[in-house]
């Protein structure tokens, strides 16, 4: 694989008559994965923030909700997160041709909308993550000096990320800290700030936040940056680019969902054996997991590119991409809705994981619906729109006063 990835590298710039099908796949997959991510997320929005990892956070689960989060733990969890941020360091090797200022000036302003989602409307934001690691991830891609060496380096960072998990889980004491097991006293008060919201919401959004960004820098943005680089490693290749052959990415969807499933069912099962214990499920299991998560989302890839043909040729699949065309504003959207239902109409905490799930088919609905009305009437989305514009002002004041 290596060694074919590095024989491609010539081929990196994508020919005129490969750009509609490149964008197509790239799009769907992208709209894809801001569908999935929200079947995990539903639980950070509609239960305390304890239960997106650790469903026994009140006391065991029954079967209905230990069935759901052992199939979303199987086949979702982590999977669509890692196949966003893939994408999203493709998306930066394509638009290294618009050159530093305007990347910085694009990333910049990410950071800013991070910020502000972050604060003012939920706290499981992943746009200020994927700025601040964006805005060090360019330059890396930019800086490798070949196809094969922007790969090596996205692997051992994510490694690395691997490794440092590990070594916070050998390091952790023993007692389970609130994010894993809060008290009842703390969960009522979680309700308290999300519903009624104002000063105290935003206070306690900025603290997690404070927090995320810690373990951003300590931990998980070496895995952020890892997945990135990967990304425009196989875009720079042509690997995004539909240039291998449909049994390639056939073969390499079989082999990298088997593997993954290996490493991730077991790893599934030995936390519901131990009862979701804060050491070993919290910590060290997640290792696994967090392995297995990039080898699912190459195969999940994989397949939309092996069967791209067939896929293309479906409705739903024009759907999906329109719903990628406009991937930040659907995300935003679906922010607005479910903040809406559960802080707003005084839903939070109200439904069990399993029945969360019957709002999602509803939202991806409307986020489809939007889509193609908006797209039928406008080139971009609406936050697309906005992030181009203030991003070119944003380089063109750099620019002048560089001048």
């Known amino acids: 694989m290596l ?44 239960l305390p923030k304890a239960a997106y990892l650790n469903p026994a956070y009140n006391g065991l689960p029954d079967g209905a909700d230990t069935l759901t989060w052992g199939i979303l733990h199987i086949f979702v969890q982590g999977k669509f997160l890692a196949m966003f941020a893939f994408l999203f360091g493709a998306g930066l090797q394509l638009l290294m041709p618009k050159g530093k200022q305007w990347l910085r000036a694009r990333l910049s302003w990410l950071v800013l909308f991070g910020l502000v989602h972050a604060i003012f409307f939920w706290d499981g934001d992943i746009l200020l993550a994927y700025g601040l690691i964006g805005l060090i991830s360019w330059r890396m891609i930019r800086d490798a000096g070949s196809t094969l060496q922007l790969l090596r380096t996205g692997l051992v960072l994510y490694a690395i990320g691997l490794g440092l998990l590990l070594l916070l889980g050998l390091i952790a004491g023993p007692e389970p800290s609130s994010f894993w097991l809060p008290g009842y006293a703390a969960i009522q008060y979680e309700e308290i700030w999300k519903v009624h919201g104002g000063w105290e919401a935003w206070r306690n959004r900025s603290d997690l936040l404070s927090a995320n960004l810690m373990a951003l820098a300590v931990q998980y943005g070496w895995q952020l940056a890892g997945l990135m680089l990967t990304g425009a490693a196989l875009m720079r290749s042509g690997w995004l680019s539909g240039n291998f052959s449909q049994r390639h990415y056939r073969r390499m969807a079989l082999w990298s969902l088997l593997v993954g499933l290996c490493i991730q069912i077991p790893t599934t099962l030995a936390q519901w054996l131990n009862d979701w214990e804060y050491h070993v499920s919290g910590y060290l299991l997640q290792v696994p997991s967090e392995l297995a998560a990039p080898l699912m989302m190459i195969g999940y890839v994989s397949l939309i590119y092996g069967f791209w043909p067939q896929l293309s040729r479906l409705k739903m699949a024009y759907a999906l991409r ?12 679906q922010t607005l809705l479910c903040t809406t239902l559960f802080y707003h109409l005084g839903m939070f905490n109200q439904w069990s994981r399993s029945t969360l799930l019957w709002v999602v088919p509803a939202v991806w609905l409307i986020n489809i619906l939007f889509s193609l009305f908006w797209l039928s009437h406008f080139k971009q989305g609406p936050v697309e729109w906005l992030w181009r514009k203030l991003t070119v002002l944003g380089s063109r004041s750099v620019q002048q006063n560089n001048l």
């Open 3 to 46: 060694q074919r990835l590095q024989a491609s590298e010539p081929d990196a710039v994508v020919k005129p008559t490969q750009l509609k099908s490149r964008i197509g796949t790239l799009d769907f997959a992208r709209g894809l994965a801001i569908l999935f991510i929200l079947l995990m997320n539903i639980t950070g929005f509609g």
């Open 322 to 333: 329109q719903v990628g065309r406009m991937a930040l504003s659907n995300y935003l959207l």
